[in-house]
């Protein structure tokens, strides 16, 4: 069983702020990075938060791009789309921050 103190401190609200902070940032770099023919794929961005970690014992924040064709932008596909690796490009540079 964890530190109750650290429980508390993961578990907090202000936790649950600064998880969603960096999912802002991280939607924020997304979409300023990202291709944009018709913007769809930027606007599908969202930032959000939610109890998880290994053990779903602490707020973190995930970056959602829920475009149809999302996945093939970011990943490529077998018939011949290059892979994009945009989220690759904002992990680092919300590093880099």
């Known amino acids: 069983m964890p530190n109750p103190a650290i429980r508390a401190i993961l578990l907090s609200d ?6 969603q902070q960096s999912a802002e940032r991280a939607q ?3 979409q300023s ?3 944009k023919r018709t913007g769809r794929l930027a606007g599908s961005a969202h930032a959000e938060t ?7 014992d602490r707020w973190t924040g995930r970056l959602v791009v829920d475009a149809p ?4 932008h970011e ?3 077998t018939q011949g789309l290059q892979a994009a690796n945009d989220l690759n490009q ?4 919300l590093a880099q921050s």
């Open 14 to 19: 202000e936790m649950r702020n600064l998880m």
């Open 28 to 30: 924020g770099i997304y």
């Open 33 to 35: 990075i990202v291709a």
């Open 50 to 56: 939610l109890i998880g970690g290994r053990r779903n």
């Open 69 to 72: 064709y999302a996945a093939s």
């Open 75 to 77: 990943y490529g596909t």
């Open 90 to 93: 904002v992990l680092n540079l």
